[in-house]
């Protein structure tokens, strides 16, 4: 059983289109993630959901909305992506908020063209 | 959230010889963790330290936690292949704050 999986892992799309992108985990966290890592590999904090409330929102663009149904699942879905969306996406989940032991899913390969 | 600078950018090694990152702060952390991101995967949490002067060893990995806790270092003893990867080094609690990540990569 994948303790944290993501869907798409990869997704090719024109710019101007809207996309989704899946994150579900069977760990039991409270907390679920966004993170992005771009071309340079920096990885950098999108948004946080405790227990489907967003606690974390990184001046991340109006375009990108997290959805938290319930604790086990944060999709993210992007309106309008543009050439600099193009990065890979990670989901991730952790229980307890101490940063112990983040669990990152397999990430989604956004290209967008 | 406070910034943590990691070096070397890049590390390249012969297979057999030992690897050094290195994860600094201008400001005392209350903890700092180490994650091995293989190429094309995920992170993957290593280790979280916390104390002051702390050290851990897995296998052919010591993690330190510098006495001020304002920086940290990972040392590999003897890589080996499997050793090749990005190490990123990150600290925070509600928000993980990564560095910029160290890539090795290995000479067989």
């Known amino acids: 059983d994948t303790a944290v999986s993501q869907t798409p892992k990869y997704l090719v799309t024109q710019m101007g289109n809207d996309k989704s992108i899946k994150c579900e985990q069977n760990?039991?966290?409270?907390?679920m993630y966004w993170y992005k890592q771009d071309s340079k590999k920096f990885l950098k904090i999108m948004f946080s959901?405790?227990?489907?409330?967003?606690?974390i929102n990184e001046t991340v663009p109006n375009r990108f909305s997290p959805k938290s149904p319930d604790k086990a699942h944060l999709n993210l879905h992007i309106n309008s992506l543009e050439l600099g969306d193009s990065a890979v996406y990670f989901c991730?989940?952790?229980?307890?908020?101490?940063?112990?032991?983040?669990?990152f899913g397999s990430g989604t390969r956004l290209t967008v063209v | 959230g406070q910034q943590v600078m990691q070096i070397p950018q890049y590390q390249h090694v012969q297979e057999g010889e030992d690897f050094t990152t290195y994860c600094n702060s201008s400001?005392?952390?209350?903890?700092i963790q180490w994650y091995k991101q293989r190429p094309g995967g995920h992170p993957v949490f290593l280790i979280q330290l916390v104390k002051s002067g702390e050290v851990k060893k897995q296998k052919r990995l010591t993690f330190q936690f510098g006495e001020a806790k304002k920086n940290s270092s990972l040392h590999i003893t003897a890589t080996q292949t499997t050793d090749v990867g990005t190490y990123f080094c990150s600290q925070g609690a509600q928000k993980l704050v990564f560095g910029q990540g160290t890539r090795l990569t290995i000479n067989p």
């Open positions: 400001t005392t952390l209350s903890n």
């Open positions: 760990l039991g966290h409270d907390t």
């Open positions: 991730a989940s952790s229980q307890g908020g101490d940063g112990l032991g983040y669990t």
């Open positions: 959901y405790n227990n489907k409330e967003l606690i």
